[in-house]
């Protein structure tokens, strides 16, 4: 399983750091990615990152936020910098176990995921 930590609460302008960690001694690392969930909205999709590091991002966080992975920790990581209230929410990792390289911003193709870190940015 995936387990995200490093939610929490911020002002805005103000920076956050998640981490999620592939508990399973024998993951092999595909196309993994972060997504978030707000009040009364979808699952968006944040960032992504293949197994050759090849990274893309949503719009709305392209230029604040940095989508990274650590091999020896196993951890894959988002750093969220100049927040704005809209980027509130619960924020997911998940992996899509069927693509390892090129990843696709659509939610549903990723079929592992984790519980969640809340987020909450206010003005």
């Known amino acids: 399983p995936l387990v995200e930590s490093g939610g929490g609460s911020v002002q805005t302008g103000g920076s956050l750091r998640l981490s999620c960690v592939a508990s399973e001694d024998t993951f092999i690392r595909p196309c993994m990615g972060w997504f978030r969930q707000s009040p009364g909205k979808v699952t968006e999709v944040v960032a992504t990152?293949?197994?050759?590091?090849?990274?893309r991002y949503a719009d709305f966080v392209k230029g604040r936020f940095n989508i990274s992975y650590d091999y020896d920790k196993k951890t894959l990581e988002l750093q969220m910098n100049s927040l704005k209230v809209e980027d509130s929410g619960k924020y997911y990792c998940a992996a899509d176990t069927s693509r390892w390289y090129t990843c696709e911003l659509i939610v549903n193709y990723f079929n592992k995921w984790g519980q969640g870190a809340q987020v909450a940015v206010s003005s």
């Open positions: 990152i293949g197994k050759d590091d090849n990274t």
